[in-house]
């Protein structure tokens, strides 16, 4: 995947989650063999992951601003969080 590039939200969620688990693989393996074009690597991928979890926060948030709007316009309740009845 490049920089830029973006998925679909669940894809973006698995590729995330394999990059991240890749990333601290390598920097275990990093710090043991004292490797650090290993350690860099880790630094590099770490746009990428802040990348995907931006994008998948910006699409939750769309997400949850469309439910309320349908429940809205559906049943004319306003809904908020922390709300004890519904």
């Given at each position: 995947m490049q920089l830029?590039?973006?998925l679909d939200g669940s894809l973006a969620l698995i590729f995330g989650g394999q990059v991240t688990v890749n990333m601290l693989k390598d920097s275990i393996n990093g710090y043991i063999n004292e490797d650090t074009a290993l350690a860099r690597s880790v630094c590099e991928r770490d746009s990428i992951?802040?990348?995907?979890?931006?994008?998948?926060?910006r699409e939750l948030i769309t997400i949850?601003?469309?439910?309320?709007?349908?429940i809205f316009m559906v049943?004319?309740?306003v809904i908020k969080h922390h709300q004890d009845s519904e």
């Open positions: 830029g590039q973006k992951v802040d990348g995907l979890a931006d994008q998948i926060l949850m601003s469309i439910d309320r709007t349908t049943e004319g309740r």
